[in-house]
Nanobody
Framework: QVRLVESGGGLVQPGGSLRLSCAAS????????MAWFRQAPGKEREFVAS????????YYADSVKGRFTISRDNAKNTVYMQMNSLKPEDTAVYYC?????????????????WGQGTQVTVSS
């Protein structure tokens, strides 16, 4: 079966950096659009970034543009998100998601598979 496992979350001070990873198994990774979503306490899950199969097309929420970078290694079946200049408002559980095909949607319902999430806390 398809499995997505996130790692790399933790506690970081404002202005710091973290790198999240999501290891995928049970699917033809290069045929899937991969995305990151996040959910802060008391808020709805929201789109953060997505990347198409080749890695050449990436998309970001306005709130993270210029600070976060999504990338993928199809040989390792892994998607990454480098998060720089972190702010307290970036605090959330971050989820990896996958959908087959080439369309990099920003809506939760378009993604078929989800990881269990990794906590990112930005606080001094």
């Amino acid at each position: 079966q398809v499995r997505l496992v996130e790692s790399g979350g933790g506690l970081v001070q404002p202005g710091g950096s973290l790198r999240l990873s999501c290891a995928a198994s049970g699917l033809t990774f290069s045929s899937y659009v991969m995305a990151w979503f996040r959910q802060a306490p008391g808020k709805e899950r929201e789109f953060v970034a997505s990347i198409r199969w080749s890695g050449g097309s990436t998309y970001y929420a306005d709130s993270v543009k210029g600070r976060f970078t999504i990338s993928r290694d199809n040989a390792k079946n892994t998607v990454y998100m480098q998060m720089n200049s972190l702010k307290p408002e970036d605090t959330a559980v971050y989820y990896c998601a996958a959908r087959p095909g080439t369309l990099a949607y920003r809506t939760i319902g378009e993604y078929d598979y989800w990881g269990q999430g990794t906590q990112v806390t930005v606080s001094s």
